[in-house]
């Protein structure tokens, strides 16, 4: 039997002219430097440096590294990549707390991202061997390739333990033009159009030919202009809170040593410049009460005198605890009725907050676990709070990062969303910064105010549109005063929940699937 041809199979004929990948990263140090290059540049679009537009350069940096010819460059440079960008986005992990927590998170997440990386890598080869039309290949292949980036962000941000979600490509666009698009697609629509732009940017430089980049930069202004043409989504005002938000600027870290509620007497005293303003809230940090008011008789006395001077309830972060278990909480306090409410930490951070298989991990680093001597547990109350018939969503410091509390919250009717955190373990660094952004982006997604207010900063109030309404500075005891809008519009993204999520990342291993059946099916007719 003779070898069959191309022209036997029922496939469309090959391209006339081929991929040409002398204008990407090309033999093995090309790749990895692109990787590296595009791991920096990707750090460097998130606060505190912010420069957003980075993020088109070094996504198809990190893209482009992938196309390697040889598998084992792309995940070498899947690995670099990742880890470059990892290690230094958070690298104010070891401001206090030393390398080991800085490098144990990098590595588990390079590990995370290079497994991404491998079926990015394959795809690209894949679709190359399948999509031989040029509208195939610049229509379909980045489709696919920016969904999978986003099912690597799924995979990251929910694995293990509740996942590391930061440094989702969306988080460094709370300040940019595309914004704005969270309300319409979400935090996750918008990771995937950023990588689609970004695949489509490297897919044309693959396909044009050598000496002509006008073609890269013309598709990549007409998506950018596209995308940024979109309006921003209308949110309906209905109505006003005034809030008082209180930075009691107190060494509130892990390893400070301050003599019982002193963070306690730290925001009091934040407080009293303040104490007769008409407001309709008081709103605390977390942990801003290091003495359970529910049970130290000081620490409730204190709070009745902010709601009786203030003529308003607060709300205030403490830790309780039970016979068996402890919880990082917010309780609604008003004078006269102690805690009318109470919402515990759904999302404890793993390995801070408490250690996940502590029989396992402890014996590994018993030094660094030590000081982790108990175990936060997962909250199950409601995160609303009912103030006086306004709404109110609760994310204590690292729930503001779970798509699913903000979408619960939503649910449960909230009309303000309310975001204490303590910072002071991070010092000067960007974590406060990062964290700050990811609230700006909430407020745009969700439709809703958010008053994000921490222990030393950063802490600001914004609009549902994204804008500053008051910032505090930094390290600096005081009070924000202002009458934040109140919403009950909801957004396509909170309207779609996690739809458009989960149709991304299927959508995009359907089409790496249906590409590597094609591909095999193509292999196996050509060996006859």
């Not at 910032?471 to 600096?476: A, D, K």
């Amino acid at each position: 039997m003779s070898m069959p041809t191309l022209t036997d199979l029922d496939t469309p004929p090959l391209p006339t002219t081929p991929i040409r990948r002398r204008v990407v990263p090309t033999g093995v140090w090309g790749p990895l430097a692109a990787a590296a290059v595009g791991g920096v540049l990707n750090a460097l679009a998130f606060p505190s440096a912010g420069w957003w537009p980075l993020i088109f350069v070094g996504t198809p940096l990190l893209l482009a590294s992938l196309t390697a010819r040889r598998t084992w460059v792309a995940v070498g440079a899947g690995a670099l990549g990742g880890a470059t960008f990892l290690g230094t986005h958070i690298f104010w992990l070891t401001v206090y707390l030393g390398p080991a927590p800085w490098a144990a998170l990098t590595g588990l997440e390079t590990v995370l991202l290079t497994a991404g990386a491998v079926v990015i890598a394959l795809a690209w080869r894949t679709t190359d061997a399948v999509f031989v039309r040029p509208w195939l290949r610049s229509g379909v292949t980045p489709v696919v390739i920016a969904a999978l980036w986003t099912a690597r962000e799924y995979v990251t941000s929910n694995w293990p333990y509740g996942g590391f979600s930061w440094g989702r490509l969306a988080f460094s666009q709370s300040e940019s033009p595309y914004g704005d698009l969270a309300a319409w697609v979400g935090v996750a629509g918008l990771s995937f159009l950023i990588a689609w732009v970004s695949a489509l940017v490297v897919q044309t430089a693959r396909t044009a030919r050598a000496g002509r980049p006008r073609a890269v930069f013309a598709v990549a202004a007409v998506a950018l202009v596209g995308l940024a043409a979109v309006p921003p989504f209308p949110v309906q005002e209905t109505g006003k809170l005034r809030v008082a938000a209180v930075q009691g600027n107190s060494d509130a870290g892990l390893l400070a040593a301050n003599q019982p509620g002193r963070i306690l007497n730290d925001h009091v005293a934040a407080t009293i410049p303040v104490l007769d303003e008409p407001v309709d809230l008081v709103v605390w940090p977390e942990n801003a009460s290091d003495l359970n008011p529910l049970e130290y008789p000081a620490a409730a006395a204190a709070l009745d005198l902010v709601s009786a001077r203030m003529d308003a309830p607060v709300v205030v972060g403490t830790v309780t605890q039970t016979d068996e278990e402890m919880f990082n909480s917010l309780l609604l306090w008003e004078v006269g009725i102690g805690a009318k409410a109470q919402y515990d930490k759904k999302h404890p951070v793993p390995f801070a907050e408490y250690l996940p298989d502590r029989d396992f991990w402890y014996p590994l680093a018993p030094e660094l676990f030590s000081l982790i001597p108990r175990d936060f547990s997962i909250g199950e109350r409601p995160n609303v709070f009912d103030i006086d018939g306004v709404q109110a969503g609760l994310a204590i410091c690292f729930d503001i990062v779970d798509d699913t509390l903000i979408r619960e919250m939503v649910g449960r009717g909230a009309e303000v969303i309310l975001a204490p955190t303590n910072n002071a373990d991070f010092g000067r660094t960007d974590q406060s910064a990062q964290q700050l952004a990811i609230a700006r982006l909430r407020a745009i997604e969700a439709g809703r105010s958010v008053v994000n207010i921490s222990t030393v900063g950063t802490s600001a109030m914004i609009g549902p549109d994204g804008s500053t309404i008051d910032r505090l500075p930094t390290f600096t005891p005081g009070a924000m005063v202002q009458s934040v809008p109140l919403s009950t519009t909801i957004t396509p993204a909170m309207a779609a929940g996690q739809v458009i999520e989960l149709g991304t990342v299927l959508g995009g291993l359907s089409g790496f699937a249906a590409a590597g059946f094609l591909a095999m099916r193509v292999k196996n007719r050509l060996r006859g």
